[in-house]
């Protein structure tokens, strides 16, 4: 049987992996962003938000950074096909949002994969919004009467502790209002690809110095 004559083609969907590090002492690494020197991120909220001073707060802890470098393996390998591009970690940090906080709409430039490790969770938890990239290009606003998966303008993560966000970096996200009792804390970071990559006369190699590495 052939193709029916109508159907709609679901054409490059926009991966985002959600896993759970079971491997890791997730309450060790909160103790760690409680501990952290922190100050105003830039994004919004300025005194109910914050990240760390340390931009490269996985390289203190080597069982995370390994568990965490795992998860980023599978997703360029196994979902984007990525076999023979290597990454390296650029950035890494803590992030805390205070009762009431939240942050802007933003993206992560200069990085390919982005990731969020979330340390706790609790009632109204400052959800993890990602806006639809459609959505953000779009001049026009028509509202649509219910939402699905392409309609939609934004989809929305509860957080949970132990559980890890994975996403392209383009993609404009934030951390809608927290409403919990308590300091809400996870560790971010971004990835940039290394070595040879691209084709011809787009290929390009990359050597990544993130004041750490040697």
Avoid at 10 to 23: A, G, H, M
Avoid at 40 to 51: L, V
Avoid at 180 to 196: E, I, Q
Wanted: net charge negative; proline share 4%; aromatic share 12%.
């Amino acid at each position: 049987m052939g193709e029916p004559s109508n159907y709609v083609l679901e054409l490059f969907p926009i991966p985002v992996s959600v896993s759970f590090l079971d491997s890791v002492d997730i309450l060790s690494v909160r103790d760690l962003a409680v501990q952290s020197t922190m100050e105003s991120s830039g994004y919004s909220n300025r005194d109910r938000n914050w990240q760390s001073s340390s931009l490269s707060v996985l390289d203190s802890m080597p069982q995370t950074r390994i568990a965490v470098e795992q998860e980023v393996l599978k997703f360029k390998n196994e979902i984007l096909n990525c076999h023979d591009t290597d990454f390296a970690f650029t950035t890494s940090w803590f992030t805390k949002t205070s009762t009431g906080g939240s942050s802007d709409w933003h993206d992560h430039r200069n990085s390919w994969i982005s990731g969020c490790l979330y340390l706790d969770e609790g009632e109204g938890w400052g959800q993890f919004a990602i806006e639809a990239p459609i959505n953000a290009k779009h001049s026009l606003l028509v509202e649509p009467s219910s939402f699905n998966k392409f309609s939609g303008s934004m989809y929305t993560v509860n957080p949970v502790a132990g559980q890890l966000l994975l996403f392209p970096s383009h993609l404009r996200h934030r951390i809608m209002c927290h409403h919990g009792k308590g300091d809400r804390y996870s560790l971010a970071f971004n990835t940039f690809p290394v070595g040879l990559f691209g084709r011809r006369d787009s290929s390009i190699r990359v050597n990544v110095y993130n004041g750490t590495d040697t």
